[in-house]
C-alpha cells in the first residue's frame, strides 16, 4: 500500500480518478499516516442525531461519539459512558460519563450536552432511533458527569440500538438555534476520533486526528481522506490502484464482489446485524397506489428473484413482510407474493384499473438515486416487469438532495427505492415505516403514508414486552397485517461489504453496521 509520498509520486497517472488537487494535498503531510476510503455520493446533511442517511452516517460517525457503540455480533462497549445501570423495574437507565472528554472546539463534554442531544435531536427528530424514546418521560441530569433517561414504563429496544444513544452534539452549539438550518450541519464539531479540517463538495472531506481523543492510543492514522467518487468503474480502479484504502458498502458494486474478493490483501466486511434491505416505499396518498389490491399487483407483478440472482448475486436472499430476516423476530409463516404477473393483471382489472386503447393502465413515478449502480439495474428490472402489466413506468433518477426534496418531502413520486437499516431490532429500523404518527415530510420516515390503528396499537403493546415470547407473538400480529396491506415492498435483504485493503489497514469495519465505522480502531498494517 501507498504511504503518503508514493501516493503524491502517482499524482499524475492517477489524476483522472481524483485531479492533482488530492494528491498535492496529500504530498502536503509528509510523513503522515492517511487513510483514504471512498464514497459514492455527498452528504446532504452530516449530523447523524437527526438523519439516518448512509453518507450522512460515514462522515458523522469519525467526528462525532456515542454513548455506547456495537460490534458485528451485537455486543455494546462503552463510549462516552464508562458504565450504566437499568433499574429492577425496566423503566431508569442510569449513565455514568467518562470525565475530561473535550469538544473538537475545546469546550468540555457534560451531562447538559446527553440531555440536550437524546432528548431535543435524538428522540423528536431522528426518523429511526427516536423510535426508542416513544416511552420517554424525561432525561435528568444528576451531576455534570451522570444523567439518568427516565422512562414512563419498561423499553426492551432501549440499549439495542447505539443510535438511539447517540452521537452526542455540543449543547453551546446547538441549544436555541434552527436545528435544520444551522451551519454545523455541514461543518460538525463533536468528540470523537477525527476533526473534520476540510470539505470539497464533490471531491472529498479531511479530517485530521484528535489528539485529545478520549480513548488512550486511538487514532491511529493521522488523516482520514472520504473521497466523493460517483462513478463506479472509478471507485474500483481507484481501490485497485492503491490510491483508495477502503469502500463503504453502497461503494462497492454488486458485480465486482467476486473480483475483490481475489485480490491479495483484501478483506471483504459483511454485517448482518444491521438488518439491510432494499425497499420500495410505495405512496398510498392517491389513486391507483391508495388501493391495497394494486399494492399487491406490484407484488406480483415485480420478479424478487430475478433481481436477486441477477442485480444482487450472492448477497442478497428473500424478505417476506417488513421484518429482516435476520431479526430473531421474523414472522417465518408469512405467504409470499409470488412472482405472478397474470394474477397481477386479475388484481389491477379487479381494481377498475383496466388497459386502455394503448395497453397501458396508468403510470409508474419511479424514483432512485443514481449514484447506487444497483438501484438502476433494479429499476430497468422492475420498468421491464410493471410494462408487462400494462403500467407505465416513469424513471426519475435523481441526485440525492433533489430525491429527498421532490419524494420524501414533496411526494411527488409512487415509488422511492433506497437501502433502509431495518435492524438490529425493529422498534428502531421497522416501526419508523409504519406508524401513523410518523407521517412526515422527511426522509426514512413513514413517507407511504400508512394508517393502521391496530398497528399502532401493537407497536405500543409490544414495546413494554421484556419477555421475548410475549414480544414475538405481538410482532407476528404486526407482520401479518403489514404483509397484507403492503404499504412497502421489501424488494430484497442484502448484506452488503466494506472493502479494505488488510495489507495497508486493519481493524476497520469491525462495527454492527460498517457504514456507522469511525475508523478509532483502525490501524495500519505495518507500524
Known sequence: MLDVTRRSALGALAGALAGPSFFAKMAGAQGAKVLVAALEEDPPIINPAISSAISNYVVGTPVYSGLVWMDRPGQIYPDLAESWDISPDGRVYTFRLRKGVTYHDGAPFTARDVQFSLGQLTAKIHPSAKGAYKALDRIDVVDDYTVQVVMKQPTAAYLNVPTALGPILPRHLWEGTDILKNPLNKRPVGTGPFKLVEYRPGDRFRLVRNEKYHIPGEPAFDELVIRIIPDAASRVAAFEKGDVDCLFPTAVPTTEIQRLKRMPGVALKFAELNGSCWV??????????????VRKALAHAIDRAFI????????????????????????????????????????????????????????????????????????????????????????????????????????????????????????????????????????????????????????????????????????????????????????????????????????????????????????????
Open 280 to 293: 420500495g416505499n410505495i405512496n398510498g396518498r392517491n389513486e391507483p397506489y391508495s388501493d391495497k389490491r
Open 308 to 527: 436477486r440472482e441477477n442485480v444482487l448475486p450472492g448477497i442478497s436472499w428473500l424478505q417476506v413482510g417488513p421484518l429482516p430476516p435476520a431479526s430473531p423476530l421474523y414472522n417465518k409463516t408469512l405467504k409470499d407474493y409470488e412472482f405472478d404477473p397474470r394474477k397481477a393483471m386479475a388484481l389491477l382489472d379487479e381494481a377498475g384499473f383496466k388497459p386502455k386503447a394503448d395497453g397501458t393502465r396508468f403510470d409508474f413515478r419511479f424514483l432512485w438515486t443514481p449514484a447506487d449502480i444497483r438501484i438502476t439495474k433494479m429499476g430497468e428490472v422492475i420498468a421491464r416487469n410493471l410494462s408487462a402489466v400494462g403500467i407505465r413506468p416513469v424513471l426519475q433518477p435523481l441526485e440525492r438532495g433533489a430525491l429527498n426534496q421532490r419524494g420524501y418531502i414533496g411526494s411527488e413520486y409512487d415509488m422511492i427505492i433506497d437501502s433502509f437499516a431495518l435492524g438490529p431490532d425493529p422498534d428502531i429500523g421497522v416501526e419508523r415505516l409504519y406508524r401513523s404518527d410518523n407521517i412526515l415530510p422527511q426522509p426514512f420516515v413513514n413517507n407511504s403514508a400508512y394508517k393502521n390503528p391496530e398497528v399502532d396499537r401493537l407497536f405500543d403493546d409490544q414495546r413494554v414486552q421484556l419477555e421475548f415470547a410475549k414480544r414475538k407473538e405481538i410482532y407476528d400480529k404486526i407482520q401479518e397485517i403489514i404483509w397484507e396491506d403492503i404499504p412497502v415492498f421489501p424488494v430484497a435483504a442484502y448484506s452488503g461489504p466494506a472493502a479494505v485493503n488488510e495489507s495497508y489497514a486493519r481493524g476497520a469495519f469491525e462495527t454492527y453496521n460498517n457504514n456507522i465505522e469511525s475508523f478509532a480502531k483502525a490501524k495500519p498494517a505495518k507500524a
